[in-house]
């Protein structure tokens, strides 16, 4: 439902409140709060009426509901002298008293591009009339599986590898929500609030007793922590632990961990936290975390695990500072930011060389510039680099061998990468990166099956990861699968409405389904979303040649060409085909090759280029990636 008041706008589906359409961030109770006071503006409701609510009837004392109030009121710029949204009703309680208009948020708004659960029930996929009854079969039951597999199944708890029928696992599911941050200049210690989130979810992962939500997943509720959201992310997690970090001005750290279970809104255990920003002691407080969310839930930690609680990531309390701010800058994901990254990652290894976990967040951070911003062939060289810097110090640690196997499937360096995607899942079978790189070594040498069962297990692993959601859709469509694939990137626009590569990605598989007017759609929203990516740009141009409509095409062909990015030649190959220029399309698809752009991946079995395929250029360009047909015959499954 949505509300309307004043030039606010209160989205109780998608957990967000505007101000003249620009969000603003509301913590989840405050949020809570205005919306029941909102949902019961019709009558005074009673400060105890608030605090069964809120509270499900826990001690809370009044100074914290009066704060609510208070900060609810900042946030709708209200205060209590005007009190013209929510007046104090003395003796009683509180009311919202604003005009307000309701409306549905099942409504498609077009002309805003918005995609809703209603959008995508009112444009399922339709099935040719000219398939199988078995095929309409086996594609409606894909769907609905792959519906029914990120909304129903169990999240967090992958299958054994090679077991059909596993023995149900019983441990707790666990989300850690990034911590909040209290107190003075509270936005210059976010980076570190962060950084304390993923290591107490590193702590609580060694743990065998419990299932816990990864990083790359957990970071999806940064804005919107309320357990109804949570609810309906990851329906199996029933225990979310939040925090809050209080910075004091001399550096003192206050941590005020909860844990709730969220099925029953009882609280499970909280507890109370001192240190310092300066002391090594920090790290013995994020463990001691891990370890007491354990106990309170009757978890048994092994001696080992226990030992490896201790283990701090570096003792260079500098060096852990530099870390942080690069974790930061990396979370933002752009060019930029990565090789800020990279940068604050080096001079944090130059101050601690046993640094492990810096020297995968550098490998990280090259593998992802390598797969959305520069050239694969310059940037390769650093990611094998980090990767056995990092292994020197930790021969065993599967996080470097997973990423740098992933960047092997990019290169298409095929034994390399089915080599070390392996290596990382003996020595780690629970890591989705990993999986990722199967799904896409599999897709690139057409094995479809295996296409499903790894990217299953990718999804399983990560549900929420945004690198899974994109390159899941392109390893479906790549291998014909395109009804998949479109359902697939359908659940992914809903749980990523922000993240315009997905959108682009989606307008791909729906040009292939000969759904034009909705693939324009879908790469106009795309591009929107990144108005200079010249990939967005290119996705578009696809989808008005696919549509027939090449005047629209050639301005956004030409603006993605004179970019001072990095522009994947193997893109504009595909525009090139569809305006019938044979001679351009081979020689982008040869500086492709020359730059090992990743899209080659796909190349021996990408449908868009299947008027190609007897193309003598076409099979010297399969011959140089590796996807010749004796080549592809003899690689490893």
Request: glycine share 4%.
């Amino acid at each position: 439902m949505i509300f309307r008041f004043d030039t606010f706008k209160l989205d109780t589906d998608n957990f967000t409140l505007s101000n003249n359409q620009q969000l603003i961030p509301v913590e989840p109770q405050v949020f809570d709060l205005i919306v029941y006071l909102i949902t019961h503006r019709d009558k005074v409701t009673t400060r105890q009426q608030l605090f069964d609510a809120l509270w499900d009837g826990r001690l809370v004392s009044d100074a914290t509901l009066s704060n609510h109030i208070k900060t609810a009121r900042v946030v709708l710029q209200d205060d209590g002298q005007k009190q013209s949204i929510i007046k104090t009703v003395r003796s009683r309680g509180y009311q919202f008293v604003a005009e307000v208009a309701e409306q549905s948020s099942e409504l498609i708004l077009e002309k805003d591009h918005v995609i809703t659960a209603k959008s995508i029930a009112a444009n399922s996929i339709k099935t040719p009339p000219q398939q199988s009854h078995s095929k309409k079969i086996i594609g409606l039951f894909v769907s609905i599986g792959l519906l029914a597999f990120f909304f129903f199944s169990d999240l967090t708890n992958p299958p054994p590898l090679n077991e059909t029928n596993p023995v149900p696992d019983t441990r707790r599911h666990i989300l850690v929500v990034p911590f909040e941050v209290s107190g003075d200049n509270a936005e210059k210690w976010k980076p570190f609030a962060d950084q304390m989130t993923r290591e107490v979810i590193r702590n609580l992962r060694k743990i065998s007793g419990l299932k816990v939500i990864p990083s790359s997943s957990a970071f999806m509720f940064k804005k919107n922590k309320t357990p109804s959201f949570v609810r309906r992310q990851l329906p199996n997690v029933r225990y979310v632990l939040s925090a809050v970090v209080n910075i004091g001005s001399k550096g003192s750290v206050r941590i005020t961990p909860i844990l709730d279970d969220i099925f029953s809104g009882k609280l499970v255990w909280d507890d109370d936290y001192r240190s310092r920003i300066d002391d090594t002691n920090l790290f013995r407080v994020q463990s001691d975390i891990a370890a007491s969310v354990s106990d309170s839930l009757k978890i048994v930690i092994g001696d080992e695990e226990r030992l490896s609680l201790g283990e701090m990531p570096t003792k260079n309390l500098v060096a852990y500072e530099l870390y942080i701010q690069g974790k930061y800058q990396f979370d933002l994901v752009t060019s930029e930011s990565l090789y800020q990254s990279i940068t604050l990652f080096s001079k944090a290894i130059e101050l601690d060389s046993t640094f492990e976990a810096a020297y995968v967040a550098k490998a990280d951070a090259y593998r992802m510039l390598m797969a959305y911003f520069e050239k694969p062939v310059d940037v390769l060289p650093n990611i094998i680099d980090a990767v056995v810097e990092s292994l020197a110090i930790n021969p065993d640690s599967a996080e470097a061998r997973s990423s740098l196997g992933l960047a092997y499937v990019f290169a298409w360096r095929w034994n390399d990468a089915w080599n070390m995607l392996n290596d990382a899942r003996n020595r780690n079978p629970n890591l989705a990166l990993t999986e990722l790189g199967f799904a896409l070594y599999y897709s690139g040498l057409g094995d479809i099956e295996s296409v499903h069962r790894s990217l299953d297990r990718a999804a399983i692993l990560d549900p929420l990861n945004v690198e899974i959601a994109d390159w899941g859709h392109w390893a479906l469509a790549m291998v014909g699968e395109t009804k998949e694939a479109i359902a697939w990137a359908k659940i992914q626009m809903e749980i990523h409405p922000q993240v315009g590569v997905i959108f682009s990605g989606a307008s791909v598989s729906a040009s292939m389904d000969s759904e034009h007017k909705r693939a324009i759609f879908l790469a106009t929203r795309g591009l929107e979303l990144d108005p200079e990516n010249p990939f967005a740009q290119l996705v578009l141009a696809q989808a008005y040649t696919y549509a027939g409509e090449y005047n629209k095409a050639l301005p956004l062909l030409n603006k993605a060409e004179k970019s001072p990015s990095y522009v994947c030649p193997y893109e504009s190959a595909v525009v090139y085909l569809q305006l019938r220029n044979l001679d351009k399309t081979f020689d982008l698809l040869n500086d492709a090759v020359d730059f090992r752009s990743n899209c080659l991946v796909f190349v021996h079995n990408d449908s868009r280029l299947s008027s190609l395929r007897n193309d003598p250029r076409f099979i010297s360009v399969l011959t140089r990636v590796g996807l010749d047909k004796i080549s592809y015959r003899n690689y490893s499954r």
